[in-house]
């Protein structure tokens, strides 16, 4: 099993910066790969980025590509991302996920057997 807390989240202004972190617990070395997804109000849980735990290669959600960075630090087991030039669009509460499996679909929510709780981002205009 792999816990995973998140933290960092907060009120912004628009245009601000905010840098979030994932700490696994527990058994992080079956981890294979990590993501953040995201989910407002009354939406669906959606993909933000991807990020590979062996090779580091990532991926990223057309609406982050640019502005949001994602990174990991094996030896700390700890997931970041960095989130630059925020817009109102991007409030949302945050979630780490990670997976013990590669697959192509990363993009999935089912594609991940953990979850962190959540933290919220509030982006002011």
């Known amino acids: 099993q792999v816990q995973l807390v998140e933290s960092g989240g907060g009120l912004v202004q628009a245009g601000g910066s905010l840098k979030l972190t994932c700490a696994a617990s527990g058994s992080p070395l079956s981890i294979r790969a990590w993501a953040w997804f995201r989910q407002a109000p009354g939406a669906e849980r959606e993909f933000v980025a991807h990020?590979?735990?062996?090779?580091?290669?990532?991926t990223y959600a057309d609406s982050t590509k640019g502005r949001f960075s994602i990174s990991r630090d094996n030896s700390k087991d700890r997931l970041y991302l960095q989130m630059n030039n925020l817009k109102s669009e991007d409030t949302a509460v945050y979630y780490c996920?990670?997976?013990?499996?590669?697959?192509?679909?990363?993009?999935?929510?089912?594609?991940?057997?953990?979850w962190g709780q959540g933290t919220q981002i509030t982006v002011s205009s």
């Open positions: 990020i590979f735990r062996s090779t580091g290669a990532t």
């Open positions: 996920a990670a997976a013990r499996l590669l697959t192509p679909n990363f993009r999935s929510r089912n594609s991940y057997d953990y």
